[in-house]
């Protein structure tokens, strides 16, 4: 079934997330003038690649189902806060840092949560810095403040979380213990690496 079947109409549904799509634009395009602006000063880029997407209606659907909400736009709109997200890779954790206190520094953005899962790892070795923010997009008429979130993390904590991603999603594969056990060893792995790297950039790549 299509979201509208649940969710009002098919014509308010699409309007709410061309608002997303607006947000994800306003962080996609701060993130790009950053990027620039520190190779000027520092010869190289705290950003590796940016993605963003906005959430496909079937995943809408599903999240919604799962915490249980009635089937309304507007309790898409307060409940469900990754609608649009940005995955930011960044080559130092440094940058990780560094990004996310640069885009949080500016007065059209505003913290809603952060997790931080390189401090403090998920279980299964799981790494990454994790923003809520609400973004200000000024429309014809009136300014909204649109929820993103950004994911930050270093290439090889992405390494992982995309190989990870893989492995766990397909549906008629169930992950062992072992085999989570073996995983978490990788994590943790590529953590010791991102380390090792991190003291290289620090002696080596003083900012100017
Ligand atoms: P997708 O398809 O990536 O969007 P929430 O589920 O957002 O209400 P939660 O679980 O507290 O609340 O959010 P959290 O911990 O901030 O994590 C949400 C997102 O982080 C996930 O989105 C994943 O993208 C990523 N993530 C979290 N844990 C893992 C993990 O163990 N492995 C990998 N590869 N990614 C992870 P979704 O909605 O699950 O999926």
Redesign the pocket.
Known sequence: PQIYDYLDTEKQFSRALFFYEAGLQQIMAKLEILNREFQYGNDRNPIESVKGRV?SEQ?IVE?MKK?GLPMTISAMMSN???IA?V?VICPFISDVYQVARMLLSQKDISLVTM?D?IKQP?E???R?L?LIVLVDVFFSEQMQKIPV?I?LRSIAMNC???T??QL?YKKDHVLTDDMQKELKCCAELMAEADQIMQELATDLLKED
């Open positions: 959430k995943s999240k915490k469900i806060y990754d997200g995955r997790k899962y998920k299964n070795g799981y990454s994790h979130e994911q992982w979380a995309s990870e991603h766990r």
